[in-house]
T-cell receptor
């Protein structure tokens, strides 16, 4: 069964601290993995996309890693800011019948306190 | 570009009524997606179109849900009849041919009483 599991479900950190969010998946055949940030009351916004051959990708203070062998990904946030408070969603897509079918994780809710 | 436009932003209706959600994708994008998001189930893909043609509708919950894309600049998601369990935020997203980045609209918050 194609599934994406994220941990932790929620996380509270102090401003300026680093944190790491986890994503494990069983989606097959793997096509790509995206991390989205969703602010409250808004639609998700893509942070990074990684394909099978990519191990690390950065977008500012956000760094995503991918281990295709163990089917794990992480999103590391450096020097957190109050504006990082949001839900972070891991999405893994598979190629099926010529179409890319996404499977969504439930997300990690991050709260950054001053 | 204004991004993906959805209307209405909020909809409150009574059980049994027909609900129509609307989406205008980003100009030039050839793929359009409809999603539903709830606290219990997270984000779920309902259906997606490529060049106005439905490609995968396996996520549509049941026959009460239908989606159309009559042209490249407009799509609708219809629920008839609506039920309280349909209450959710419905997002529309568009992109160039997948796996290009999807751009999400602001969502329609639907409440069925």
């Amino acid at each position: 069964k194609n599934q994406v599991e994220q941990s932790p479900q929620s996380l509270i950190i102090l401003e300026g601290k680093n944190c790491t969010l986890q994503c494990n998946y069983t989606v097959s055949p793997f096509s790509n993995l995206r991390w989205y940030k969703q602010d409250t009351g808004r639609g998700p916004v893509s942070l990074t996309i990684m394909t099978f051959s990519e191990n690390t990708k950065s977008n500012g203070r956000y760094t995503a890693t991918l281990d295709a062998d163990t089917k794990q990904s992480s999103l590391h946030i450096t020097a957190s800011q109050l504006s990082d408070s949001a839900s972070y969603i891991c999405v893994v897509s598979r190629l099926s019948g010529g179409s890319y079918i996404p499977t969504f994780g439930r997300g990690t809710s991050l709260i950054v306190h001053p | 570009d204004a991004g993906v436009i959805q209307s209405p932003r909020h909809e409150v209706t009574e059980m049994g009524q027909e609900v129509t959600l609307r989406c205008k994708p980003i100009s030039g994008h050839n793929s359009l997606f409809w999603y539903r998001q709830t606290m219990m189930r997270g984000l779920e893909l309902l259906i997606y179109f490529n060049n106005n043609v439905p490609i995968d509708d396996s996520g549509m919950p049941e026959d009460r849900f239908s989606a159309k894309m009559p042209n490249a600049s407009f799509s609708t998601l219809k629920i008839q009849p609506s039920e309280p369990r349909d209450s959710a935020v419905y997002f529309c997203a568009s992109s160039n041919l997948p796996p290009s980045q999807q751009f999400f609209g602001p969502g329609t918050r639907l409440t069925v009483l």
